[in-house]
């Protein structure tokens, strides 16, 4: 190797020997001192090195561990339930050939739609109703009767379907799809069984395409001047041409087994309806038969009619009728919201 002496005598002159060396020691002593530099060079270049290649994987290595992934809340209610007391939001819908009424009836603990198929009809031409959808409000429902059923899935939701469950007071119970449509809250479509019984794949296409409408309160045709003590409105229902008002005694019951539960309670029921021949022969109040009465409309073709208990006397329940004040039968826009339909 060429060696150049520019190199080596800044470093003779740093490293100067004693004279008594010739120069060739001093050139010696020059070239060991630059090996030993050159090596020292290199073994810093090598410790770099290593230590980056021992530190840069710690930058992956020694990260601080990963979060577990959070817990997935549930699934979004599809439904919720409305705010006002005795208001329905049960929309109008089609599931398949099934159509649902909307709210038609109402309690201070669920709401209740009808369910059609578009063929089966009344002797006047109405629809008849081949099944029932029951909305619950939260916490209204005790669930344990329905416990038995196969699982299913609504809208990311527990559910069953029971195959035979009592309804509506009926001796034949019927099936039922129920889910929890939100905490604690829960929704009964159940088969009536008559004119025409209709499929678990129906059922559950009606609890599928379930969601909120638009909140309105019930309103009925007539309004309450007197109730009987101890009396209170368990169930108001409008459809179309009539209403009606359950009045049951005592405390709603917070807690229902089933939709018919505070129908197994002594009730008193009225109802406005169109008269037929009979029940529209007076244009006053009349009781053809102990415990029911009728009070007709000036024109006769609607009634308001109410049967007691059996614990009211005729008087009593003439009294009911002869203080209530009767809306436009015919036209739901002069009706009274439920809520404001007793004293």
Known sequence: MHTDLRDLLPVAEAEAPPLRHSAGDVLAAARRHRARRRATTASLATAVLVAAALVVPRVFTDRPPEPPAPVAPPPTAAFTYPAGPLTGNIPRYAAGPLTVSGTVRVTPAFQVAEITDGVHRDDRGGLVPVALLTVFKPGSLDPSAYLSGESLTINGR???????????????????????????????????????PITRAEMIAVAEA??????????????????????????????????????????????????????RRSMIRLRLHPANE?????????????????????????????????????????????????????DPATWYPAADALP
């Open 158 to 196: 527990p559910g069953k379907y029971v195959p035979a469950i009592p309804y509506d007071n009926r001796s034949s119970p019927e099936p039922a799809v129920i889910w929890e449509y939100d905490e604690d809250a829960y929704a009964v479509v159940t088969d009536r069984g008559v004119p025409q």
């Open 210 to 263: 379930l969601r909120p409408g638009a909140e309105q309160p019930v309103r009925v045709g007539f309004r309450l001047s007197y109730v009987p003590a101890d009396f209170t409105l368990g169930t108001a229902g409008a459809f179309t041409g009539e209403s009606s008002l359950y009045l049951v005694p005592g405390t709603y019951p917070r807690t229902l087994r089933n939709a018919d539960d505070p129908l």
């Open 278 to 330: 009979a029940k529209g022969r007076s244009s006053g109040t009349y009781c053809p038969s102990t415990g029911l009465c009728y009070r007709a409309t000036p024109d006769r073709r609607y009634v308001l009619g109410v049967v007691g208990t059996g614990a009211q006397t005729d008087a009593e329940l003439r009294k009911i009728l002869d203080r209530a004040t009767i809306a436009v039968p015919d």
